[in-house]
């Protein structure tokens, strides 16, 4: 019986314990509770993009009361225009409860940035830095073009580009590479042909060179050669340039140094004044020209050649007896005409000949055909326009004639002395164009002379001071 009532005892104290146990439970279970939700939850979004926070929810009841909404405040801030990790904060409060709830909203940069290149194709000379053109932008960054990388490639050019947030851009342009096979260009100051007296300065005019490739390239050139301006004769200074590609340029410019003519200044006779001239000698009858000249006590002009070597030397006699020498011409080949620098090749030639002659350069001239030639034509338009500037520029006085002999047309000293003294009767100063290589002309001279005597001219020789005698010039 004891241990029955005892079993009693215990099962009563454990149901007891049970029920206010479950009664607690119970209690606990159905209490109001205040609760915080979070609309949605953490968010990324783009920069610039907008942002609606969607907020969050309180409530506040449970058990035996009815749920009611309770006010959420919410702290922090979004800036969608910078990048970066957001924290919002969402508060409630109810009575002596207090919850609080976060969300993180990260404003990240996804968009890629552009490249924009001007050229659609490139081409470049190989080996040749190109500056390729182009811009990079980036939503968020801006300009980035000083970011660009630049690959260049057999066939391409590939421009690459990351933005602050490791967006990756990239553009392949086609490039073609060109083989430099051009060569450089020159370009000059001055004249290509220059002519200078003796005794005059030079300088270099200038120049300067430029290659499709390598560009301005004037420092490479390379110049050989001077110019003695104490000496006569034909100068050339070389210049010559390379461009990298290895193609060569090589132009020449000539300066011409031409013999000075001293001038002389002598007196004028007066009166009716004959200057007789004979072209195209020394030759064979030159020394017989000069015996009756002397005989008569004429002096003439000689406009001497070096056409027959071994009469050269009658140069130094024409001189020593008092009579003016002139250049006439070296060969007396037309073909001298071809151009300034044939045409003054011969006449310095002639200008050393009558120095070797006489001791010094003369100051006057006669044109092969005279200044009004037109066979010149045949060989260069132009050159006497040029060639009658050119020599006065240089100091010399060219001489024509307004008698002519045509003893180059006839063989008969009657004709030749009629055309003479017919010629000069006509004005009071005449010059008389005769040659000392025709027979005929000797044949006539001693009646020429006399008929001069016996009529009261003078006999003048040519020099700088004289009347200038010229022709219209044709070509
Ligand atoms: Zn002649």
Redesign the pocket.
Known sequence: MKKKKRIIIVSVAVFCVLLIAGTLCGLLFFAPKLTLTLNGGDEEIEVFSRYDDEGAQGKYGGGLISYRDVDVSESGYVDTDKIGEYTLEYITEYKDKKLTAHRTVKVVDKTKPTIDCAEEKITVYRGKKYIASYTAKDNYDGDITDKVKEEWGENSLILSVSDSSGNNASVSVPVEYLDDTTPPEFYFLGDMNMYMKVGSVFDEPGYSATDNADGDITDKVTVDGSVDTSEAGVYTITYTVTDEAGNTSQETRRVTVVAPAPQHIAEQPSGKVVYLTF??GPCCYTADVLDVLAKYGAKATF?V?AQFPSYIDMIAREYSEGHAVGV??GT?EFSIYSSVDSYLADFNYMQEVIKQQTGSYTDIMRF??GSSNMVSRQFCTGIMTKLVSLVQEMGYSYFDWNVGSSDTQTTDPDVIYYNVTNGISKQSASVVLM?DIKPATLAALPRILEYCVDNGYTFGTLNASSPAVHHGVNN
């Open positions: 072209d195209d406009f050649t006439h011409t007396h092969p055909g040659h």
